[in-house]
């Protein structure tokens, strides 16, 4: 998607001066803390940014010993950042003021534009002409503002800045202010530490994938947690996560407005445009994006993102308790994770260590021994730690005495061994040093089983969607791009009939079964003849929808008599559903298999999207259906199709069978990517055959684009 986008210069210029400003000018300053002029000086001054402040304010008092002007045009300057927190009825003449001291960026705090409708989205555009007309980027407006922990700059209003907040590597950039300051607040108390952060309002000219584009090269970012409502670029949102899965940092997304309520709450709140599901679905899985569903489930997914790499999804569990062992045993199952099992030579160790009555097995329990036996726990830690079937380790502490003693070995043990270790720490005041203690050892800590599972989980599933390269995609070549743009124009309708999509599908590589179009009752029986019975006869006609529901459809027609008979009783069904047909198609009665479902789409903001799931009835029964931006070359394919675990476990295993298919997404997807006039292709039944390694598409249609 994102080959002919070229990040802007002066938009990454624009937002080193929003996180690394030299001087900053606050418009509306003030002492009174229950005002945002005066959070944002009150954070200002507390984090201990070392640049320099202007406050302004009408009387230009001194803010917190900070001398104060009564006009922008007093400030003697040069400025790198605004941040601008008047009323609406003033924001334009401090933008104005802003142009005169060369400023480079500016937060805008003030809010009542767009995201309040009608007359604010008029206003909202005057805004942004106004700045671009002076060189000014703008932030917001309804921004919360921004900060960056090495830069000991907090210039924002949130309250969650109440608190001190330590530095870390997770960068979190939200269209929500106040939901941001949830992020924050709520993130600390579980152990998460903060590069940055930057509330981006209504994305009126800086949006999301700046930002993102901008922190994934910041050093001190490791992971970047995203809360989105809407972009207006996809493309700039693929290039920017294209850079992350390069340069290998963890992107974690909470998104609003997948459904159709969420979309219209999100007009409302940030008037921005949800966009499609299918599209963002398709980027985030292309680039090994975890996308989580609510506040919790992300904060945990970047909890263990922040502390490790973990590549892998075998898990080995240390307990003090054999309950919390069986569930997690359970629970390893539910969420796709695989129980490692210990090695011949780790069972061996671990018979050394743990005593008689100790099984070996994962999950490990090793009994209310470990209260009495100092150095046990740290010893059971290296020897599973050292069994290469296992890649993470998942401590299960419960209420016991010397659970601190516990966490004390695991955090000792922890400085030498090479993998992933998590604890879950369930009870409450018990264990509360504990938790503390893995804490401050770097041990993420969960306090539910089922999070950090979940957590490991969805990490494992992001890199293997992303681990395959999808290196330069294959594309038609001229000829057989302009052999489909002809058929796919000769169409008297916009919705081809079965056998002119077919007759595309084949240009491009798909293989579709054998059919032959007749006239007559007596051409119906000698092709059926031909072809070698059974046969199946379909009306081809655009007018009616539902053919099979109509009667334009006769299956296992098994003689010649049989034939000429249904080619009069469809011809005699279309006349009374008010149809007419173009034709009788014959075509050979395939054998039963796999069904499945190929189709793409065009969307408005990501362009061409194959999809793959499962068919037939069960396309809209489980709606298991995973999507890519078009084209996808065949390892991009293969990976579709594991991500369906329905079709993966009626396809079986062996890759080498199931490169038709892979081949037959591509051939799909490069349709979709290299045909400009068909907006929607669907390919339902595709049956496949995975004994023998083929496939075959039995239904095609194709809707061409005429707008």
Same mark, same amino acid.
Request: glycine share 12%; proline share 4%; net charge negative.
């Given at each position: 998607?994102?080959?002919?986008?070229?990040?802007?210069?002066?938009?990454?210029?624009?937002?080193?001066?929003?996180?690394?400003?030299?001087?900053?000018?606050?418009?509306?300053?003030?002492?009174?803390?229950?005002?945002?002029?005066?959070?944002?000086?009150?954070?200002?001054?507390?984090?201990?940014?070392?640049?320099?402040?202007?406050?302004?304010?009408?009387?230009?008092?001194?803010?917190?010993?900070?001398?104060?002007?009564?006009?922008?045009?007093?400030?003697?300057?040069?400025?790198?950042?605004?941040?601008?927190?008047?009323?609406?009825?003033?924001?334009?003449?401090?933008?104005?003021?802003?142009?005169?001291?060369?400023?480079?960026?500016?937060?805008?705090? @003030?809010?009542?534009?767009?995201?309040?409708?009608?007359?604010?989205?008029?206003?909202? $555009?005057?805004?942004?002409?106004?700045?671009?007309?002076?060189?000014?980027?703008?932030?917001?407006?309804?921004?919360?503002?921004?900060?960056?922990?090495? /830069?000991?700059?907090?210039? @924002?209003?949130?309250?969650?800045?109440?608190?001190?907040?330590?530095?870390?590597?997770?960068?979190?950039?939200?269209?929500?202010?106040?939901?941001?300051?949830?992020?924050?607040?709520?993130?600390?108390? *579980?152990?998460?530490?903060?590069? %940055?952060?930057?509330?981006?309002?209504?994305?009126?000219?800086?949006?999301?994938?700046?930002?993102?584009?901008?922190?994934?090269?910041?050093? %001190?970012?490791?992971?970047?947690?995203?809360?989105?409502?809407?972009?207006?670029?996809?493309?700039?949102?693929?290039?920017?996560?294209?850079? &992350?899965?390069?340069?290998?940092?963890?992107?974690?997304?909470?998104?609003?407005?997948?459904?159709?309520?969420?979309?219209?709450?999100?007009?409302?709140?940030?008037?921005?445009?949800?966009?499609?599901?299918?599209?963002?679905?398709?980027?985030?899985?292309?680039?090994?994006?975890? $996308?989580?569903?609510?506040?919790?489930?992300?904060?945990?997914?970047?909890?263990?993102?922040?502390?490790?790499?973990?590549?892998?999804?075998?898990?080995?569990?240390? %307990?003090?308790?054999?309950?919390?062992?069986?569930?997690?045993?359970?629970?390893?199952?539910?969420?796709?994770?695989?129980?490692?099992?210990?090695?011949?030579?780790?069972?061996?160790?671990?018979?050394?260590?743990?005593?008689?009555?100790?099984?070996?097995?994962?999950?490990?329990?090793?009994?209310?021994?470990?209260?009495?036996?100092?150095?046990?726990?740290?010893?059971?830690?290296?020897?599973?730690?050292?069994?290469?079937?296992?890649?993470?380790?998942?401590?299960?502490? @419960?209420?016991?005495?010397?659970?601190?003693?516990?966490?004390?070995?695991?955090?000792?043990?922890?400085?030498?061994?090479?993998?992933?270790?998590?604890?879950?720490?369930?009870?409450?005041?018990?264990?509360?040093? %504990?938790?503390?203690?893995?804490?401050?050892? /770097?041990?993420?800590?969960?306090?539910?089983?089922?999070?950090?599972?979940?957590?490991?989980?969805?990490?494992?599933?992001?890199?293997?969607? !992303?681990?395959?390269?999808?290196?330069?995609?294959?594309?038609?070549?001229?000829?057989?791009?302009?052999?489909?743009?002809?058929?796919?124009?000769?169409?008297? &309708?916009?919705?081809?009939?079965?056998?002119?999509?077919? &007759?595309?599908?084949?240009?491009?590589?798909?293989?579709?079964?054998?059919?032959?179009?007749?006239?007559?009752?007596?051409?119906?029986?000698?092709? &059926?003849?031909?072809?070698?019975?059974?046969?199946?006869?379909?009306?081809?006609?655009? *007018?009616?929808?539902?053919?099979?529901?109509?009667?334009?459809?006769?299956? /296992?027609?098994?003689?010649?008599?049989?034939?000429?008979?249904?080619?009069?009783?469809?011809?005699?069904?279309?006349?009374?559903?008010g149809g007419e047909l173009e034709g009788v198609s014959v075509q050979p009665m395939v054998a039963p298999g796999v069904e499945l479902l190929i189709g793409g789409m065009r969307d408005p903001q990501a362009g061409p999207l194959i999809a793959f799931g499962l068919g037939g009835v069960y396309t809209e029964a489980l709606r298991q259906v995973t999507f890519r931006p078009a084209p996808v070359g065949r390892a991009e394919a293969m990976d579709m199709i594991g991500e369906i675990p329905s079709a993966r476990g009626l396809l079986g295993e062996d890759n080498e069978r199931l490169a038709p298919l892979a081949d037959a997404i591509v051939g799909a997807s490069l349709l979709m990517a290299?045909?400009? /006039?068909?907006?929607?292709?669907?390919?339902?039944?595709?049956?496949?055959?995975?004994?023998?390694?083929?496939?075959? !598409?039995?239904?095609?249609?194709?809707?061409?684009?005429?707008?």
């Amino acid at each position: 998607m994102h080959d002919n986008y070229r990040p802007d210069t002066e938009v990454l210029n624009a937002i080193d001066a929003v996180f690394a400003p030299k001087s900053i000018v606050v418009i509306g300053a003030s002492e009174n803390e229950s005002k945002f002029g005066g959070r944002v000086m009150r954070n200002l001054t507390r984090y201990g940014y070392d640049g320099t402040i202007y406050p302004v304010n009408r009387r230009g008092d001194a803010i917190l010993g900070i001398p104060g002007y009564a006009s922008l045009d007093d400030v003697p300057g040069p400025v790198d950042l605004a941040i601008i927190v008047v009323p609406k009825s003033s924001a334009l003449e401090a933008l104005e003021g802003c142009g005169r001291l060369g400023v480079k960026a500016a937060i805008v705090i @003030t809010s009542g534009y767009a995201e309040q409708g009608g007359e604010g989205v008029g206003e909202q $555009e005057e805004l942004v002409a106004c700045a671009r007309r002076l060189g000014i980027r703008i932030l917001g407006p309804n921004s919360l503002g921004a900060y960056h922990a090495g /830069n000991k700059l907090a210039a @924002t209003g949130n309250q969650a800045f109440d608190r001190q907040f330590e530095p870390g590597n997770v960068a979190l950039i939200s269209q929500s202010g106040a939901l941001g300051g949830s992020f924050l607040d709520a993130g600390m108390n *579980q152990g998460l530490r903060f590069s %940055s952060f930057l509330s981006i309002g209504n994305s009126a000219d800086l949006e999301i994938p700046d930002v993102l584009l901008h922190q994934i090269h910041d050093p %001190s970012t490791r992971v970047v947690l995203l809360y989105i409502e809407g972009l207006r670029d996809l493309d700039k949102l693929d290039h920017a996560l294209s850079e &992350a899965r390069r340069l290998g940092k963890t992107v974690i997304v909470l998104r609003a407005g997948w459904s159709e309520q969420g979309a219209s709450a999100i007009q409302s709140h940030t008037g921005s445009l949800a966009g499609s599901s299918a599209a963002y679905k398709a980027i985030f899985r292309r680039h090994g994006v975890i $996308e989580v569903d609510d506040v919790q489930d992300a904060l945990e997914a970047a909890l263990a993102a922040s502390a490790y790499d973990i590549d892998g999804r075998r898990v080995g569990f240390i %307990s003090v308790s054999g309950g919390m062992g069986s569930l997690a045993a359970d629970r390893s199952e539910a969420v796709g994770l695989k129980m490692g099992a210990f090695s011949d030579e780790t069972r061996r160790k671990l018979r050394d260590v743990l005593p008689d009555f100790a099984p070996e097995n994962n999950p490990l329990d090793v009994t209310g021994a470990v209260t009495s036996s100092p150095g046990m726990m740290q010893a059971a830690l290296e020897i599973v730690a050292a069994d290469e079937g296992i890649d993470v380790i998942v401590m299960l502490i @419960t209420v016991v005495y010397g659970s601190e003693r516990i966490a004390d070995e695991v955090v000792a043990a922890s400085a030498t061994i090479g993998k992933p270790i998590m604890a879950v720490v369930c009870g409450g005041e018990c264990v509360a040093e %504990s938790a503390r203690r893995f804490r401050a050892g /770097n041990i993420p800590v969960f306090e539910q089983l089922h999070g950090a599972l979940q957590a490991i989980s969805r990490i494992g599933s992001a890199r293997a969607s !992303a681990s395959g390269e999808t290196g330069q995609a294959p594309e038609l070549d001229a000829e057989t791009r302009e052999a489909i743009d002809s058929a796919v124009r000769t169409g008297s &309708a916009s919705l081809l009939t079965e056998h002119q999509s077919k &007759a595309i599908l084949r240009l491009a590589g798909v293989p579709v079964c054998d059919e032959a179009i007749v006239q007559t009752a007596e051409e119906a029986g000698a092709n &059926a003849r031909a072809f070698g019975f059974p046969v199946v006869i379909k009306g081809v006609t655009t *007018q009616i929808a539902h053919k099979m529901k109509a009667g334009l459809v006769k299956l /296992n027609v098994c003689d010649e008599a049989g034939a000429a008979r249904a080619f009069d009783e469809i011809h005699a069904a279309a006349k009374k559903a008010g149809g007419e047909l173009e034709g009788v198609s014959v075509q050979p009665m395939v054998a039963p298999g796999v069904e499945l479902l190929i189709g793409g789409m065009r969307d408005p903001q990501a362009g061409p999207l194959i999809a793959f799931g499962l068919g037939g009835v069960y396309t809209e029964a489980l709606r298991q259906v995973t999507f890519r931006p078009a084209p996808v070359g065949r390892a991009e394919a293969m990976d579709m199709i594991g991500e369906i675990p329905s079709a993966r476990g009626l396809l079986g295993e062996d890759n080498e069978r199931l490169a038709p298919l892979a081949d037959a997404i591509v051939g799909a997807s490069l349709l979709m990517a290299g045909a400009d /006039n068909v907006a929607e292709l669907d390919i339902n039944p595709f049956i496949y055959y995975p004994g023998e390694g083929r496939g075959i !598409a039995v239904d095609g249609l194709i809707r061409r684009d005429d707008e």
